[in-house]
């Protein structure tokens, strides 16, 4: 369900909203879940609801040291282990984590020099395009590409677990 994003005149901080839109639609999405819920699978897809969100909290705050312009190296980052939350962590302390780490990349992006514009060194990786610079610009509008591929994957599997949809979710506006 789309949502409108806070109005803006800064570039900066529309992309950071749209990002935080995203973002919140994979936490509402396990909002009122039971641990159980969160971990099981309802689909025939490998993915759970605190799959996604172990994703997001391991693979978000990845961009920090791109976006400073140091690109780094993710050959030897294991993308399966990315979606295995972390033993006893209840979703509880998934969604702690995901605001958490979402208030450090934004902190990163606001406090970076220069406009989006301004081009960074990518990660080597062994799944992405030649390590060619990109701006800020690019990355930014990657993570709302990437949260919004998620979102769109926790509101099926929200609906298989227990018929809940996006707009049953979402609080009404006063």
Do not use: K, N
């Not at 994003?5 to 901080?13: F, H, K, L, Q, S």
């Not at 677990?161 to 506006?173: C, F, S």
């Amino acid at each position: 369900m789309p949502v409108m994003v806070e109005a803006g005149t800064e570039e900066r901080e529309v992309l950071l909203s749209a990002w935080e839109e995203q973002r919140a639609a994979l936490r509402r999405a396990v909002s009122g879940l039971t641990d159980e819920q969160a971990h099981s699978r309802p689909s025939v897809s490998e993915l759970s609801l605190a799959a996604l969100l172990a994703h997001a909290v391991r693979g978000e705050p990845a961009w920090i040291p791109v976006l400073r312009g140091r690109g780094g190296d993710w050959t030897d980052r294991d993308g399966e282990a990315e979606f295995t939350p972390p033993a006893g962590q209840s979703v509880g302390d998934l969604l702690r984590e995901h605001r958490r780490v979402g208030a450090e990349v934004v902190r990163a992006v606001r406090d970076l020099p220069g406009g989006l514009g301004r081009r960074v060194p990518m990660p080597v990786t062994p799944w992405g395009p030649p390590e060619e610079p990109r701006s800020v610009r690019w990355i930014l509008l990657h993570l709302i590409t990437e949260a919004a591929r998620h979102a769109g994957h926790a509101d099926l599997l929200r609906e298989s677990l227990d018929g809940a949809t996006a707009p049953d979710l979402m609080e009404p506006r006063t």
